[in-house]
């Protein structure tokens, strides 16, 4: 079927909720650690939100912060997770379990060089800006073209929302420009045929005052 002939799909996309080294300011990359209770309740609050729509599809992260804040979104509700590694946070290879702090002591233009000013620079393990640009535009590319007219529930990270907002903002991929991505905020991506569009990012409404703050 032609592009022009593709019915609106919707992508409504989730970051996972706040963990433990979000809080003590750890690159988490591929690595992990838990839920904290926060984080816990800001899933359970954007799940009451989410019970009033319909999804054709849920679509997770393999990595268990995501995991588990998927299956607090989904509680009560007979949908099915299907997990997949391209939805993976950005692997920051040797950096990650390290603060900011330590991994600037260690690579002092590391997050210079890594977040803004070299879209193909990389350390041992890490993927460039520009390999990770990749792999999530192609990954949500596909998965709006599997479900053309669907809604879809993406639960994932918040370097792959930075991505999509940059994307879909036309921004360089090497932009500087600072992005809100609170944990388990509420975004929205419209897609007809090659026309997508950010219809809602950053919407915090439905979550406890003391967890609408970005991690």
Known sequence: RRATDSMTTTLVLIRHGLTEWNREGRIQGHRDSPLTAEGIAQARACAARLQSEAFDQVVASDLPRVRHTAELLLAGRALPIRFDATLRERAYGIGEGLTYAEMDAIHPEFFSRIRTTDPDFAVEGSESRRQFHLRITTTLRELAAQHDGQRVLVVTHGGVLGVVYRWLNHLHISSPHKVEI??????????????????????????PTETAEPA
């Open 182 to 207: 609170p944990n388990v905020a509420y975004n929205r991506v419209s897609v007809s045929g090659d026309d997508w569009k950010l219809e809602v990012w950053a919407d915090t409404s439905h979550l």
